[in-house]
């Protein structure tokens, strides 16, 4: 792990109510661009104080100069054996409240033809760190009966999604252990939640599918759907087209036609994006 870089600032008027719900420390995994860093500047204009973790520094730290509170960048890579000691150890005593999961690797292309050991990051990247995410960051808040965990899944994961096999399949596990948490946490202070997103305009998703799909979102309109919806309830699907298609794939349509359509929507992805 590269050393992580702590910069400060005055942070905005308003949103106290959101601290104190959750704590004055927010964790983002994956916050580098795109949906995690719409969540940190949204988080931001809400007063809290942020740890920002991905894999390249440059790009947390332009990040974190553009943020009005207190930043920690930890450039980690959260698939790599040891990366949570490694995060636990740049955090220190900060008291970290509130844990966007968003890291996540998602190889596209025929699944045979892609690297097994891709398919095996795939497994750690968006299985395993929301594990260890959540085993080391819950305890403590329910013990301090307050806090928050979103994890971030995906409309592929509601059924098989050919061209996306082993990412679809992790969104599926990301959807449901959140779904799980949220109703064993009840109760506890503690608000879990899984937020189901369609196609959103983001650089990962230019950078393997040329032609935006009907229903694409922002980052912002995703990340605002899910402050919204956390401790209200255990899922959330961003934006009108894509709560509609949600439904429609999960119980209007067979599951061989379900399968089909999404896997018509993803066909143009490119191989190994």
């Known amino acids: 792990m590269t050393g992580g870089g702590l910069t400060g600032g005055a942070g ?9 719900r959750y704590g004055r420390w927010a964790l983002v995994a994956g916050a580098s661009e795109g949906i995690g860093a719409a969540f940190a500047t949204s988080l931001a204009g809400r007063g ?13 730290a332009e990040l974190a100069a ?16 040891g990366a949570l000691p490694a995060l636990v150890g740049a955090i220190g005593d900060r008291e970290v409240g509130l844990v966007v999961v968003n890291a996540a690797d998602s190889p596209a292309g025929a699944f045979l033809a892609i690297d097994p050991g891709r398919t095996l990051r795939v497994l750690d990247l968006n299985c395993r760190t929301p594990v260890l995410l959540a085993h080391h960051f819950l305890p403590a808040m329910v013990a301090r009966g ?7 899944s995906s409309l592929a994961g509601q059924q098989g999604s050919p061209g996306l096999s082993a990412y679809a399949a992790s969104k599926a596990f990301g959807a ?36 935006r799909a009907p229903g694409t979102v922002t980052p912002e309109v995703v990340a605002a759907a899910a402050l919204r ?15 509609v298609a949600a439904a429609v794939l999960a119980r209007l349509l ?13 066909r143009d992805l490119r191989p190994g994006g």
Do not use: H, N
Request: net charge positive; proline share 8%; with cysteine.
């Open 12 to 20: 905005p008027v308003g949103g106290a109510g959101f601290a104190r």
């Open 48 to 60: 809290l104080d942020l740890v920002l973790v991905a894999r390249r520094a440059a790009p947390l």
């Open 66 to 81: 553009r943020l009005p509170t207190r930043t920690l960048t930890v450039p980690l890579d959260l698939a790599a054996a």
């Open 146 to 152: 307050r806090g928050g965990m979103i994890i971030m």
């Open 176 to 211: 449901v252990l959140a779904e799980g948490l949220w109703a064993e946490l009840r109760g506890t202070g503690v608000d879990v939640l899984a937020c189901v997103a369609g196609a959103v305009a983001t650089p990962g998703l230019a950078r393997t599918k040329p032609r």
């Open 229 to 243: 919806a956390l401790g209200r309830r255990p899922r959330t699907v961003p934006g009108g087209l894509a709560r």
């Open 254 to 266: 067979p599951k061989a036609a379900a399968i089909q359509v999404i896997g018509r929507a993803s």
